[in-house]
């Protein structure tokens, strides 16, 4: 457990001294917290980078620029050993929403120079004393709702900001009991299997059996969130199955647990064909493919609360949507 109490004082480190830095300090803040050999993999349109500077330029240099007082407000934070790789490798997780006030653009989508929400979830690897890899995923659609751009058709689900843990519990900065860590494994692999299974689409008994009956889904912007097994299926499981084709589970890159909370992040999780109608777009044989995390909170021998972050960006350009060029072409009419 040290190891585990260890690696979450680096990244809360790396944290604080981010949130504390001048836009121009990002690269030698990660410097001084990444491996020489660093590699970062985020949603469209940072993907795949690797090295401090890479990652500062792209990155968190541009975010710390627009959003004036940066605050990164967690509502989980967790590590766990990676059932992938037969539990070799130390993840760190942290999952919430930066705030601050968008007084710059950011990726084309104009300043309101009001507060803005930018809810995300990132994993970071621990090896040798430093972050040798991240993995950020955030929701950059709610940014340009929030903004005043409808860049989507309405959604399935609510379009919400959503909330942290009901419990509020989700903040593990000590010790967790590793019996509990081990059953929030154990129940999350399960209902994975069960839903791949069953393609994506679980009948009411499947889910019945992980989940509980008043389960909340967060999904993101652009799909929604939804309340109960009932409504889960009907806003989000049942579209989301009628309006892909062909859909394949590919895996995860890391699947962990500590105490009542798990999750996992895949590049990519799943492929497919678009389906006529998923988010307007019309049915194609284009192969695309779905980046995505799954956050988690177990509640007694079942599922409560599941936070869900995709990539949609990527998985529209894929299909020739550009959504943060239209959002730039607007803005610059």
Not at 19 to 48: C, I, K, M, W
Not at 190 to 219: I, Q, T
């Amino acid at each position: 457990m040290a190891n585990f109490q260890d690696g979450k004082a680096l990244v809360l480190d790396c944290f604080q001294a981010l949130e504390d830095a001048h836009p121009a300090q990002a690269a030698q803040v990660l410097g001084r917290f990444t491996s020489t050999d660093y590699r970062f993999r985020g949603v469209h349109p940072f993907n795949e980078l690797h090295g401090a500077e890479a990652v500062a330029e792209r990155v968190w240099g541009p975010l710390l620029t627009s959003f004036t007082a940066l605050q990164r407000r967690q509502d989980i934070f967790m590590a766990g050993l990676n059932q992938i790789d037969g539990f070799k490798s130390l993840w760190v997780t942290s999952m919430g929403k930066f705030m601050g006030l968008f007084d710059a653009d950011w990726l084309g989508i104009p300043a309101t120079g009001k507060i803005a929400l930018l809810p995300y979830c990132e994993f970071h690897r621990v090896a040798g004393g430093k972050i040798a890899e991240s993995a950020f995923f955030c929701d950059i659609i709610s940014v340009m709702k929030q903004a005043g751009r409808q860049p989507l058709p309405e959604q399935t689900g609510a379009e919400i900001v959503n909330p942290g843990p009901r419990t509020g519990d989700g903040l593990l900065f000590g010790e967790q009991d590793e019996g509990e860590s081990q059953k929030t494994l154990r129940l999350i692999t399960r209902m994975c299997d069960a839903l791949v299974a069953d393609y994506l689409c679980s009948p009411d008994e499947v889910l019945a059996r992980d989940w509980h009956e008043d389960m909340l889904w967060f999904g993101p912007s652009g799909i929604g969130a939804t309340y109960t097994i009932s409504r889960y299926q009907k806003q989000h499981q049942n579209p989301f199955r009628q309006g892909l084709n062909n859909i394949e589970f590919k895996g995860h890159v890391l699947e962990h647990a500590e105490g009542r909370y798990g999750g996992w992040w895949g590049w990519p999780n799943l492929t497919m064909n678009p389906g006529d109608g998923f988010m307007g777009l019309p049915a194609s044989e284009r192969p695309v493919e779905m980046r995505v995390v799954d956050m988690y909170r177990r509640c007694g021998d079942k599922l409560a609360e599941n936070w869900v972050f995709i990539d949609l960006l990527h998985y529209l350009k894929l299909q020739g949507v550009d959504l943060l060029q239209r959002s730039r072409s607007i803005h610059n009419a």
